[in-house]
């Protein structure tokens, strides 16, 4: 092919490194693929069994409204030992996604669940699984809806758009009077040019809850702040972080609000694009970081204060849920893919119903100690170590929608990045050889044209 003692084309060394890159990539990533073991429901690392059962909502995998089968949104039941008691799958009870689930003092479930353009919250059986009543709400995006005064419902209302108008609120909806009875508007407290986009996601406010007579702690994500509204007056009576001091909160989840022994107001609240769980006291009008725990979390969601002071936290992006103790310890571990978003401990009430660190003596910094997760073992994560921290949250949030469920994530960027030389040496073969191929098109059209007009 080539003349003696000559050296081989550029072309063929080039295609060779390419054949080369190929063969690594689409090898490294079988070989991944075989060597990986999937999340799956059921335990992880259980040190010591649970006081009780625990109910994990889980979101799942959606892409524009579509869930992926093999993904599904569901709740789920985990035994003291870690192991599933039972299954409630959303996509055969109509419910696309699902968020927030509060267990109510008679024993039952409230469910906060989507639909598309719609909200569906509904009380469940814990025995039968059966619906006891539901409301749809003219909402399209809720993360949070709560019982409060027997039969009001709480909703936090996100991607409220319309008419050139923000409308992200929270309101209370009075299920007698079929009708709602208050409202609060985030635009009043909040300026456009903050938060995400005005006309889509702007405040991505995910949780409201009512913490005492007259007052309201609401989640404003994508402003990186937890508030206090006052009922009466509207006004904020108190604000934690502000709109990109991420060093404080970074996109957070479900803040509780405790009280320590001598009545100073504390949060806990899952920090989730920072990837860690803090608590902050409020100590003469200034807020203060009292408890910082980190370690391999992937966007942790959720975090409740014990009655016995350890701390249930749900780490979505690694698909579990964990029990640890003040100073880190992961006692409890099971697992809940895909994405789970909120989890209870029956028996313990809804949210936070422990003591604050500062009473436990735990006050500082920590590392979570124990559990099965590798610490930051996905391509999301490495890209965000790299300081792509846009690129590495939209990989993690998306690519696990059409990742199959056997494949790990590192084999889907092998597979990816192969798919992507080969189309490139598509191309680059086209460009390089379309002097040969115009000819032999030619070529063709003349004989084609030659046995139609028989010349």
């Known amino acids: 092919m080539f003349s003696s003692g000559s050296h081989p084309p550029r072309r063929w060394l080039v295609r060779s490194v390419l054949l080369v890159v190929l063969v690594v990539l689409a090898g490294w990533a079988t070989a991944t693929t075989f060597a990986y073991d999937p999340a799956t429901l059921g ?9 009780n059962q625990t109910i994990v909502s889980v979101q799942g995998f959606h892409f524009q409204g579509v869930g992926n089968e093999k993904k599904p949104a569901r709740l789920v039941s985990v035994a003291p030992d870690g192991s599933t008691d039972w299954v409630y799958n959303g996509s055969k009870h109509g419910a696309t996604w699902f968020y927030d689930v509060d267990p109510l003092p008679n024993g039952n479930l409230l469910v906060t669940s989507t639909v598309p353009g719609k909200t569906v919250v509904y009380e469940l059986d814990r025995e039968t699984r059966e619906r006891v009543w539901q409301e749809t709400l003219d909402a399209e995006d809720t993360h949070d809806v709560d019982l409060i005064n027997g039969d009001q419902l709480l909703v936090a209302n996100m991607r409220n758009y319309e008419d050139g108008v923000n409308r992200d609120r929270i309101y209370v909806y009075d299920l007698g009077k079929d009708e709602i009875v208050w409202q609060w508007q985030a635009r009043r407290h909040f300026p456009r040019s903050g938060g995400g986009e005005y006309t889509g996601d702007w405040t991505h406010v995910n949780d409201v809850d009512k913490i005492a007579d007259g007052q309201y702690l609401v989640s404003v994500r994508n402003f990186d702040q937890v508030i206090v509204v006052n009922r009466s007056t509207k006004a904020i009576d108190m604000r934690l972080g502000s709109d990109g001091d991420h060093d ?208």
């Open 43 to 51: 335990s992880g690392a259980v040190a010591s069994a649970a006081t």
């Open 248 to 455: 404080t909160l970074y996109e957070q989840h479900n803040p509780d609000y405790l009280e320590s022994e001598n009545g100073t107001p504390t949060l806990l609240v899952a920090d989730s694009e920072n990837d860690r769980v803090v608590e902050y006291a409020r100590r003469g009008g200034e807020w203060k970081r009292t408890w910082t725990l980190t370690g391999p979390f992937k966007w942790p969601r959720d975090a409740d204060r014990l009655p016995n002071g350890n701390t249930l936290i749900t780490d979505s992006l690694n698909h579990r849920v964990i029990e640890v103790t003040p100073r880190g310890r992961v006692v409890w571990e099971t697992y809940a893919p895909w994405a789970p978003y909120d989890s209870e401990r029956i028996g313990t009430g809804d949210g936070s119903n422990g003591p604050t660190i500062a009473d436990v003596n735990a006050t500082g910094n920590y590392t979570l100690d124990g559990g099965t997760v590798a610490t930051n073992s996905s391509v999301g994560a490495w890209l965000q170590r790299q300081g792509l921290s846009d690129l590495g949250e939209r990989y993690s949030h998306v690519v696990p929608f059409v990742r199959p469920v056997w494949m790990p994530s590192w084999a889907f960027a092998g597979y990816a990045l192969a798919g992507v030389v080969l189309v490139g040496w598509g191309l680059g073969e086209l460009v390089a050889q379309r002097r040969r191929l115009r000819r032999r098109l030619g070529r063709l059209g003349d004989r084609v044209y030659r046995t139609i007009t028989g010349g």
